[in-house]
Each structure stands twice: as structure tokens, then as C-alpha cells.
Nanobody, 124 residues
Framework: QGQLVESGGGLVQAGGSLRLACAAS????????MAWFRQAPGKEREFVAA????????NYADSVKGRFTISRVNAKNTVYLQMNSLKPEDTAVYYC?????????????????WGQGTQVTVSS
């Protein structure tokens, strides 16, 4: 059975950086597009970034463009989210997701598999 496991979350001051990783196992994730979503307390889950199967195409939420970068290493079955210039409003649980259709969409209902999430807290 497939599994997505996020890591790299933590507490950071505003303006700082973190790199999240999503390690995939149990399936050939190079055939999936991958994405990061986040959910802050009391808010709905929102799209952050997505990447195509090959890694050649990406999609970002406007709120993170220019600050976050999604990437993948298919040989390692791992997807990354480099987060720079972090703001307190970036505080949330960050989830990794996999989409069999390869859409790298911003719609969460398209994604077939989800990780358990990793907490990111940005202090002001």
C-alpha cells in the first residue's frame, strides 16, 4: 500500500526558510503529479503548489509565488517544498498529495493520496 510521509516542518521566525520533504513509497510516484496543500487553524485547506510528473511544469498559489519552490527527484520518490521569506500567515499544517491523472491541479478533490501533514509555525 502506498504512503506519503512529510517531514521538515518546525518553528521559524518571520523571514526565515524551511524545506519540506514528502517521501513516497509503495507506488511508482513518477507517474503521479504531486502537490502541497496547507490548512491553518479554523480555515479550509488551500492549495500551495503542484508539479507535473516529470517536474518540468509547476503551478503556484498567488500567495506563495516568488517565495516557495516545488521540486521533485523521481529517483528518490521525493517531492520538496522550499519555503523562503516565510510570513506568520504561512503558519499551517502542510500536506503532500499525489494525483494519478497528472493534472498538477489546484483542486484538492483531484488528488488521490494524502500524507498526514507536517506543522509549520512562523513567529512574528
Amino acid at each position: 500500500q502506498g504512503q506519503l510521509v512529510e517531514s521538515g516542518g518546525g518553528l521559524v521566525q518571520a523571514g526565515g526558510s524551511l524545506r519540506l520533504a514528502c517521501a513516497a513509497s509503495g507506488r511508482t510516484y513518477s507517474t503521479y503529479s504531486m502537490a502541497w496543500f496547507r490548512q491553518a487553524p479554523g480555515k479550509e485547506r488551500e492549495f500551495v503548489a503542484a508539479i507535473s510528473r516529470s517536474g518540468g511544469r509547476t503551478n503556484y498559489a498567488d500567495s506563495v509565488k516568488g517565495r516557495f519552490t516545488i521540486s521533485r527527484v523521481n529517483a528518490k520518490n521525493t517531492v520538496y517544498l522550499q519555503m523562503n521569506s516565510l510570513k506568520p500567515e504561512d503558519t499551517a499544517v502542510y500536506y503532500c498529495a499525489a494525483d494519478m491523472s497528472g493534472s498538477y491541479s489546484h483542486f484538492d478533490w483531484i488528488y488521490d493520496y494524502w500524507g498526514q501533514g507536517t506543522q509549520v509555525t512562523v513567529s512574528s
